[in-house]
């Protein structure tokens, strides 16, 4: 896929609008469109990763990065105290939808349970 095709990409580049919460030179966070929770922020490297294990073999100077930019959202976002998801959702079985590496950070309110039900 072409930074051109990928959505992210198209964020990065400004192409796209988005509700930026926290950029660094090497990673954004922005909140989701479709919120699946209070807070529901996306955290994604600049550069294209397809997913996370492509990222964590690739760069995991970059991995940890936007692990790093996630920890601090959730602290600007005061997740803290209560606790907060992250998440990544990599490949079709996994739910992955955009692929481009990005970390799901949901919190504010109870989540409930991991998974919705049992595979079958």
Known sequence: MSPTDCLFCRI???EI?????????????FRDIDPKAPVHVLVIPKEHYADVATLAEGDPRLAAEV?????????EEGLLGDGFR??????????????????HLLGGAPLG????????
């Open 12 to 14: 990065v580049a400004g």
């Open 67 to 75: 692990l790093a930019t996630a920890a601090a959202v959730a602290e």
């Open 86 to 103: 992250l998440l990544f959702n990599t490949g079709a079985y996994g739910g992955q939808e955009v692929f481009h590496v990005h970390a």
């Open 113 to 120: 349970p991991m998974l919705a039900g049992s595979p079958g």
């Open 17 to 29: 609008p988005a509700t930026v919460v926290r950029e660094t030179g090497t990673t954004l966070a």
